[in-house]
């Protein structure tokens, strides 16, 4: 009763900005506390805190960050807090017998060996009407079945477009489950789970797959964080006594 007794609550203000540039709808969760909110046009929050209590901050468009709650927060009763643009790099290349500068390497550019087509289109071309195709429409050659990244030698080609698109997305589907697990991890942290939620950390993973049916890894992909955040709250109350 001492060590809550000690520990004072308030409702705090925040602003989360960006580059000089005030954020909206940015989702701020306290992890410890288990209470959310969303930052409004103009970047502002209010949020219920105590000194040490750790905030998730989350947004498609920046990387997500954690947030340290300290003595001088509660004092002044204001937190700000800066977010980065995510940004998505791509694999690192390399470009030969280039010397940096701009005007030589223009000089001495190899020359293109690759052959040049000697037709000639005007505009007129499109107003021409094309003779009737002599064959079948099941017998003409389908670019989708040649270039179909599905299968050696197109094998997929037969699959009509539906079931085509149906396919894709569900191998998207199948490769966002299981990159899922890793993920939730990363940005909550082991310790959310093992000492917030009391799962211990070899079978977060089954809690996870527990938490499926309520559309946890559909919600996560779509960057609702804090309804991710408050089902596993939920949920692992009813994981553990099952458990136990």
Do not use: W
């Amino acid at each position: 009763m001492n060590i809550f007794s000690q520990e004072k609550t308030i409702s705090i203000y925040g602003k989360i900005y960006s580059m000089d540039t005030l954020v909206a709808n940015v989702h701020v969760f306290n992890l410890t506390k288990k209470i959310g909110t969303i930052s409004n046009d103009i970047g502002e929050f209010k949020l219920v805190v105590s000194e040490n209590d750790t905030l998730y901050i989350s947004s498609l468009e920046y990387e997500k960050t954690k947030i340290i709650v300290t003595k001088t927060n509660i004092e002044a009763k204001e937190i700000f807090i800066k977010l980065n643009p995510f940004v998505n790099e791509l694999e690192e290349i390399f470009l030969r017998h280039l010397t940096g500068n701009l005007s030589f390497d223009i000089a001495n550019k190899p020359v293109d060996t690759i052959p040049r087509h000697n037709y000639e289109f005007k505009l007129s071309d499109l107003n021409k009407v094309l003779p009737n195709d002599d064959y079948a429409k099941d017998k003409r050659v389908n670019a989708q079945d040649i270039t179909d990244p599905i299968g050696p030698m197109g094998a997929a080609a037969t699959l009509p477009d539906k079931r085509y698109q149906e396919l894709l997305k569900l191998k998207r589907e199948l490769k966002q489950k299981k990159e899922f697990p890793d993920k939730i991890k990363r940005d909550l942290g082991i310790a959310h789970f093992t000492k917030n939620l009391n799962i211990p950390e070899d079978q977060i993973n089954f809690f996870l797959s527990y938490c499926e049916y309520r559309d946890v890894v559909e919600k996560y992909y779509n960057n609702k964080e804090l309804e991710v955040i408050e089902i596993l709250n939920q949920e692992s109350k009813n994981y553990n006594a099952i458990k136990n």
